[in-house]
């Protein structure tokens, strides 16, 4: 039962809580997110080469962003612990920021949904490529972490709208 503004994780006193799933049924649900690290072009080529310090930028976002998802409940409060079957963190080069785009896919067959899980991935990728080319570029900008679509569970099927 949602308690104020029909918020779910709010209870009828105003009290935060854990949402009860145990009655909700198994569904395949399956979110997908997305965001970007905009940097200068000469950071970019960096990457690209592989010449960073740190290492491999994009492979190392990309495991980081994997990990991170598998602890969302671990870093939002009031997630639950959940038995993660899919994620997938796609990093690919955007020459029009100029940047990397980063698009995570997280699946499970379970009762609550891993919308967070996907913002979770992305978000952490995206500060994992920030971390590893600071030391050549401070002033890249991390944007638009957004959920793009979930499915599964009684809520059904929800996509962005194209912009």
């Known amino acids: 039962m949602a308690g104020a503004e029909g918020?779910?994780?709010?209870?009828?006193a105003g009290e935060a809580h854990m949402v009860d799933v145990a009655?909700?049924?198994?569904?395949?649900?399956?979110?997908?997110?997305e965001g970007f690290v905009r940097m200068?072009?000469?950071t970019?080529?960096?990457?690209?080469?592989?010449?960073?310090?740190?290492?491999?930028?994009?492979?190392t976002a990309r495991l980081a962003g994997i990990m991170?998802?598998?602890?969302?409940s671990s870093l939002i409060p009031l997630c639950h612990p959940l038995?993660?079957?899919?994620?997938?963190?796609?990093?690919?080069e955007d020459e029009a920021l100029p940047g990397l785009h980063v698009q995570a896919l997280v699946k499970l067959t379970g009762k609550t949904g891993v919308e967070m899980e996907a913002l979770t991935a992305?978000?952490?990728?995206?500060?994992?490529?920030?971390?590893?080319?600071?030391?050549?570029?401070?002033?890249?900008?991390i944007g638009q972490i957004r959920?793009?679509?979930?499915?599964?569970?009684?809520?059904?099927?929800?996509?962005r709208e194209e912009e």
């Not at 991170?68 to 969302?72: D, E, F, L, P």
């Not at 992305?122 to 900008?141: F, Q």
């Open 122 to 141: 992305v978000s952490i990728a995206c500060l994992t490529i920030y971390d590893m080319a600071k030391a050549v570029d401070k002033g890249m900008e």
């Open 44 to 59: 970019l080529a960096l990457i690209r080469a592989g010449n960073a310090k740190k290492g491999d930028v994009i492979g």
């Open 7 to 12: 918020l779910t994780h709010i209870d009828q």
């Open 68 to 72: 991170a998802a598998k602890q969302t």
């Open 23 to 33: 009655d909700k049924s198994d569904t395949v649900r399956i979110a997908t997110a």
């Open 147 to 159: 959920l793009v679509s979930k499915s599964g569970g009684k809520s059904g099927d929800w996509r």
């Open 40 to 42: 200068q072009p000469e």
């Open 83 to 92: 038995m993660l079957s899919k994620v997938t963190v796609d990093i690919s």
